[in-house]
């Protein structure tokens, strides 16, 4: 997953893990199967950790699960993979979440030999899953920062947006859109609606993940292909070219080209 700053990829992995962990639906799908869950945090600490897993169980109405394990990194992943190895083998974890990818990897970012050994040392975690977590750049935000061995190596690439136009503080909207795809169920878009509830002193009490479609929220809308907006308009029925023009606000040269 990578994304602007404070744009749900860290609240969204914790949700995935909790899933995996209870084996219960918490965003919008059943797990295949349930797993202990290891979160390798460069980017926090426990308490941070542990205060949005604990909202999110209770958004969701699950036991706060006991095969989640923390660990704290101060060092680069291929440092310390020896360790996180032996983790992954006594707790009998095969979901591993990477926050964040950018010091996981250390210095030089943008070098492609420091992405391949932060994934050369991933690979050794055998019979895992890895869930990384990625920043973009600010001067091109369509791709993870750094080395584009980032999208090369890794199998199925997220970008993840938030909704601009969303003036709910209590709500954040989310879309992840498919940018890679080297195997698996072809689904190109997906939203969600992450609802947090504090309490009267600011401490978060719940979070709660729907799913949204993205076509229902407008700065999305505007951005998808003509067709899938087409699509998505039809959806309510037939309309005439006129009124998919007043619809969707675009010529209709571009209209009927679509159609």
Not at 17 to 39: E, H, K, M, N, W
Not at 48 to 70: C, D, F, K, Q, S
Not at 137 to 155: L, M, Q
Not at 180 to 209: C, P, W, Y
């Amino acid at each position: 997953l990578f994304g602007d700053g404070e744009s749900g990829k860290s609240t969204l992995s914790e949700a995935i893990g909790l899933s995996v962990a209870t084996g219960q639906r918490v965003i919008g799908y059943d797990p295949a199967y349930s797993t202990g869950v290891l979160y390798l945090d460069w980017e926090t600490e426990a308490e941070t950790h542990r205060e949005i897993l604990a909202a999110l169980a209770r958004g969701h109405g699950v036991t706060m699960p006991e095969n989640v394990w923390y660990r704290r990194m101060h060092t680069t992943l291929a440092a310390g993979i020896g360790a996180i190895r032996q983790e992954v083998a006594v707790h009998n974890t095969h979901l591993v979440i990477v926050d964040s990818i950018g010091l996981a990897g250390g210095d030089e970012p943008e070098r492609a030999g420091t992405k391949i050994a932060m994934f050369n040392a991933l690979r050794t975690l055998q019979e895992c899953t890895v869930l990384a977590i990625d920043h973009v750049a600010h001067a091109d935000k369509s791709r993870p920062y750094g080395s584009v061995y980032t999208r090369n190596i890794a199998r199925v690439v997220w970008g993840v947006t938030k909704d601009q136009d969303n003036t709910d503080e209590d709500t954040l909207r989310i879309a992840l859109r498919r940018e890679k795809l080297n195997r698996g169920k072809s689904v190109t878009r997906q939203g969600f609606a992450i609802e947090f509830e504090n309490d009267e002193e600011g401490s978060m009490q719940s979070i709660h993940l729907t799913k949204a479609d993205p076509m229902d929220i407008p700065s999305f809308e505007k951005k998808a292909p003509l067709y899938t907006r087409l699509l998505h308009a039809l959806k309510g029925g037939a309309m005439t070219v006129a009124e998919l023009k007043g619809e969707l606000d675009v010529p209709e040269s571009s209209l009927r080209m679509a159609l």
